[in-house]
């Protein structure tokens, strides 16, 4: 069997022998684009060399990029533990070319490495295209023999990739394996397409037109292909597995769990499990990149995945600080290909443990009044935002944690009531400010702190007040 890690070089390889430059992956935050919370794709750290403003010594380039999506445009965090198929922390495997090869390389790299390298079977593999693009749905027919039945026409904005409203744009062309029909699920396109069957493993972007104020004002003079393939999916395809939380690096990191906490990743206890280890990954690769907890912006956000994944861990029955433990088990799945993991291993060991003893002490307490909210609620029913509020602000409960924790039992919570009273409680908080006699650059910092929100390096002391989120 081939390992996530073998899989991993093997990609690299593949497009290196095609003359791709080898790129490390960026860091999770990104250097060069302040609009953007985490790098969420593999094209993120090469965003100025499709667009012109900045030349590399290399015209096509592949790398493994870390990225997270729990916030923002792409948030798969309520996902986590519940599809077979989605990560808050995953690799992008992808091949980039710069104003070089086009829609033809691009295809036949993809279908050679899926099919003659990786030896895929064929009748597996099916593909889509933006409606309008002929020339791709041509490219597959004459490169990988597919019939019209396996070459999908998608009108949507999602076989349309845009960089926002200026700059490069084109269609894509995504490619998905068929993992058989005793799993529910559709072919792209139809209404069963969100099921865990045919899952998509390939994203093919290719850079044609040019944007202006949303619209398409022309061809672009070079065009540029830009790919993404998550590696976690393309091992479960390639070790024999329909989900990707039965690939090694996931089993390795859920045996670690269930031998820590003594209990089996079985029935209801599975999506806890997953749910650790995916948390795990994301929230130390954050770490080992200087995002720190905090209460706004980047730091917010790793809290708010620590504190989801220290509930799981407590609703497993753990008694003790559970994360911290789980470091070692990473940084010998991933340390390798990582040695940034290795390197913040202490910070990172000591971070997870400061919080989850943080958070222990109002953890019950809160679950508790949560039980106490929700005991007579039947399935569909609605928690009341200012309850939520309340577990978010003395107990320190993130909004999606609440989410997640009643999603077992069918209640949802209302989230424009949970808002209403944030917004009210910072209403109030700005008129204490206000009426303090304070500088007005105290409320100045406020504002600040509220529009731009990240705030990833507020050094390792930064506290929190008790149960304060
Ligand atoms: P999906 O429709 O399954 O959510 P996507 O279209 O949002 O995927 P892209 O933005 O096209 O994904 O990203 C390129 C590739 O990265 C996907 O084809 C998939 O293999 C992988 N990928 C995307 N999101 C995730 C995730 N949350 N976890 C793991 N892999 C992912
Ligand atoms: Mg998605
Ligand atoms: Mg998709
Ligand atoms: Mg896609």
């Not at 944007?211 to 091992?235: F, K």
Request: hydrophobic share 40%.
């Amino acid at each position: 069997m081939q390992t996530t890690n073998d899989i991993r070089r093997s990609f690299l390889d593949y497009f290196a022998s095609k003359g791709h430059a080898q790129v490390q992956s960026a860091p999770l935050v990104p250097y060069n684009d302040p609009t953007l919370m985490f790098v969420n794709a593999g094209m993120v750290p090469f965003k100025n060399v499709f667009t012109g403003q900045e030349k590399r010594d290399y015209t096509r380039a592949t790398s493994s990029q870390k990225c997270v999506r729990a916030g923002g445009k792409h948030n798969d965090l309520d996902n986590v533990g519940y599809t077979a198929r989605h990560h808050t922390f995953f690799e992008m495997l992808g091949n980039f070319s710069f104003g070089d090869y086009f829609k033809e390389e691009a295809i036949l790299n993809a279908w050679t490495l899926l099919t003659k390298e990786w030896a895929l079977p064929q009748e597996k593999l099916l593909v889509t295209v933006y409606h309008t693009d002929d020339e791709a749905a041509e490219l597959w027919k004459k490169i990988a023999g597919l019939g019209d039945d396996r070459i999908i026409r998608i009108p949507t904005k999602d076989n349309f990739w845009t960089m926002g409203d200026d700059g490069p744009c084109g269609p894509c062309s995504e490619v998905f394996f068929d993992h058989g029909d005793h799993i529910w699920g559709g072919p792209p396109g139809s209404p069963e397409e969100d099921g865990d069957r045919f899952i998509e493993i390939w994203n093919l972007v290719f850079m044609q037109f040019e944007q202006a104020g949303g619209e398409i004002v022309g061809n672009l003079p070079n065009q540029s292909i830009d790919t993404g393939m998550g590696l976690e999916r393309i091992s479960a395809v390639m070790q024999g597995v329909h989900d990707n939380y039965d690939i090694d690096t996931f089993r390795n990191l859920i045996a670690a769990s269930e031998g820590l906490t003594g209990v089996k990743a079985e029935g209801d206890r599975t999506a806890s499990h997953r749910v650790i280890a995916d948390h795990l990954r994301s929230t130390s690769f954050l770490l080992a990149d200087g995002v720190l907890p905090s209460n706004e912006g980047r730091g917010y956000v790793l809290r708010r995945i620590m504190r989801r994944a220290m509930r799981h861990a407590h609703l497993l029955g753990a008694k003790d600080p559970l994360m911290h433990r789980l470091v070692p088990a990473l940084v010998a799945e991933m340390g390798q290909a990582f040695p940034e993991l290795g390197r913040a291993q202490a910070l990172i060991e000591e971070t997870l443990e400061r919080e989850e003893v943080q958070f222990r002490r109002t953890l019950s307490n809160g679950l508790k009044l949560l039980d106490e909210a929700t005991g007579d609620m039947a399935e569909g029913a609605t928690l009341a935002g200012e309850t939520a509020f309340k577990l978010y602000d003395t107990y320190g409960f993130p909004y999606d944690l609440t989410v997640d924790a009643l999603r077992p039992r069918g209640i949802s919570v209302d989230e424009e009531g949970f808002q209403s009273a944030m917004a009210q409680q910072k209403a109030a908080a700005r008129a204490a400010w206000k009426g303090s006699g304070q500088a007005a650059d105290a409320e100045i910092w406020y504002d600040i702190a509220e529009r731009e929100g990240a705030t990833e390096f507020t050094g390792y002391t930064a506290t929190t007040g008790e149960g304060r989120v």
